[in-house]
């Protein structure tokens, strides 16, 4: 039985959904430690501290640090998962505490955004302070291959990195309102903040002519941001309101069941560590359009379970886009392609894989190096009963 504590800044649906498959297994014993409670402006979104089924607790609200200081000192012979690497006070703490007191610690981060500079005397200073707790890890977790490179600029020995991700619970449940047979219309949806590193604009810039070659065609924006006058704005003077339509801001439940309905989710963005939309659209079957700087375009294949354009190439997106409007590859077969790659996502697989990465680095003949939810490898990780 292996003994695991999480750390993390704070509780979240689909880090709940993993930490309870890993129980499932049987062969761990698992505590999180939170830094925060979800903050108000999640809540509002519908967010709830999703606690049930494993142990937990929370920091210290007034000294955090020096709480999690004492507690990774009383944690320090379990396995210690830390997520991120300059992700605050705590985490460097928590971090710096296993790697002086000789600890088995694993580090699960996403790379930071490639778009803010760091100067070139910070980076030395980071990669000087950071390099010996990345190489003296007993292994690291990148999330995409942005983190997975992002490790070994500090260093990192690759038979320590091991490809990860986010994961949640499948969105079918029985219940959901899925698109009728006779469906007359091409939905395309877009979830997530309405803010400049989303891409919309360039989403938007692409579509533009499309409405015109495909009366059918539309798109629904789920969520809030700073962008949204400017977007409503843009929308208004082109008198395109009957065909992009703002939905507002869902809960997490109500978010999946609205993918479901759509023909296509896009995700734009200019920068995305991973992006979870990814993972409820593929879970219900929905194919997907992203950009080349979402860490979860490491899942998507061009034309088999959706499509990858190159990050602010607004032609390219529009020719994407297409060739899944002309039915150039079969929609039946692409949403097909996705839920195979959304049974791949599920957290009972993720558990397992990172049982064998605990344990031995291997799963029968598959090596730990490679993502275990591509195409290439085993469609499931759980033992065979």
Not at 15 to 39: E, H, M, S, Y
Not at 193 to 218: C, H, I
Not at 276 to 296: F, K, R, T
Request: aromatic share 10%; charged share 25%.
């Amino acid at each position: 039985m292996l003994s695991l504590t999480f750390w993390m800044n704070m509780p979240s649906f689909y880090q709940a959904d993993f930490f309870r498959a890993l129980l499932r297994t049987g062969k761990v014993n698992l505590k999180a430690i939170f830094t925060n409670r979800i903050p108000e402006d999640r809540v509002k979104l519908g967010w709830q501290n999703d606690l049930e089924g494993f142990e937990h607790e929370f920091l210290d609200e007034k000294h955090p640090a020096r709480d999690a200081f004492s507690k990774a000192l009383k944690h320090r012979r379990k396995i210690n998962i830390v997520s991120g690497l300059w992700a605050g006070k705590v985490s460097e703490t928590v971090l710096a505490t296993l790697f002086l007191s000789h600890s088995r610690y694993f580090i699960y981060s996403e790379a930071p955004d490639p778009r803010e500079r760091v100067s070139p005397v910070k980076q030395k200073i980071l990669t000087g302070l950071g390099g010996p707790v990345v190489r003296n890890a007993t292994g690291l977790l990148p999330i995409s291959h942005f983190a997975y490179d992002y490790f070994k600029s500090y260093g990192a020995a690759e038979s320590k990195l091991h490809p990860f991700g986010y994961f949640r619970n499948s969105p079918r449940t029985g219940t959901e309102t899925l698109p009728p047979a006779n469906k007359t219309t091409i939905d395309v949806v877009y979830v997530g903040q309405l803010v400049r590193r989303k891409g919309l604009d360039l989403l938007f810039a692409a579509m533009e002519p499309l409405f015109t070659d495909y009366g059918s065609l539309n798109l629904h924006l789920i969520g809030s941001g700073d962008m949204q006058s400017e977007l409503e704005d843009w929308v208004r003077v082109r008198n395109l309101s009957g065909r992009i339509k703002f939905e507002g801001t869902l809960n997490p439940r109500q978010v999946t069941e609205r993918i479901s309905r759509a023909d296509m989710l896009a995700l734009p963005s200019r920068w995305d560590g991973w992006g979870l939309v990814v993972n409820e659209a593929l879970m219900a079957g929905v194919p997907v359009i992203v950009s080349d700087m979402c860490g979860a375009a490491d899942v998507v294949r061009n034309g088999v379970n959706g499509y990858i354009f190159r990050s602010e190439d607004v032609p390219d997106l529009r020719d994407k886009l297409k060739t899944f409007l002309t039915g150039q590859h079969p929609n039946l077969l692409l949403s097909e392609a996705a839920a195979e790659t959304g049974m791949r996502l599920a957290p009972d697989n993720a558990a397992y894989y990172l049982l064998s990465v605990l344990e031995s680095g291997y799963v029968d003949n598959y090596s730990t190096s490679k993502y275990p939810w591509m195409a290439n490898n085993p469609l499931n990780l759980l033992p065979k009963r």
